[in-house]
């Protein structure tokens, strides 16, 4: 079995419901499994159009971003960034 720790560091930290999905279905279910966690993020959080920026994250001067996203604790942004 592949586990998504080999690839993404500390993601069954965060997503501990998702730890037995195959990374397949994770990215197959992705746009769901990002909408479903966004409605659980505290009020450190703002969230606007299905996006979240944690209140420590910088965002920079045009950046794209694409819903649904979050950008975590402390994430930089950087200049005419698309995501």
Do not use: R
């Not at 909408?35 to 910088?58: C, S």
């Amino acid at each position: 079995m592949i586990h998504i720790d080999d690839y993404i560091n500390d993601f069954s930290l965060l997503f501990s419901n998702l730890i037995n999905l195959q990374p397949w279905n994770i990215t197959d279910n992705l746009k769901e499994i990002i909408q479903k966690t966004i409605l659980t993020l505290d009020d450190n959080y703002t969230i606007k159009d299905n996006v979240a920026i944690h209140k420590t994250a910088t965002i920079e001067n045009g950046v794209t971003i694409k819903s649904p996203a979050i950008i975590g604790e402390n994430c930089y942004v950087g200049a005419h960034a698309y995501s």
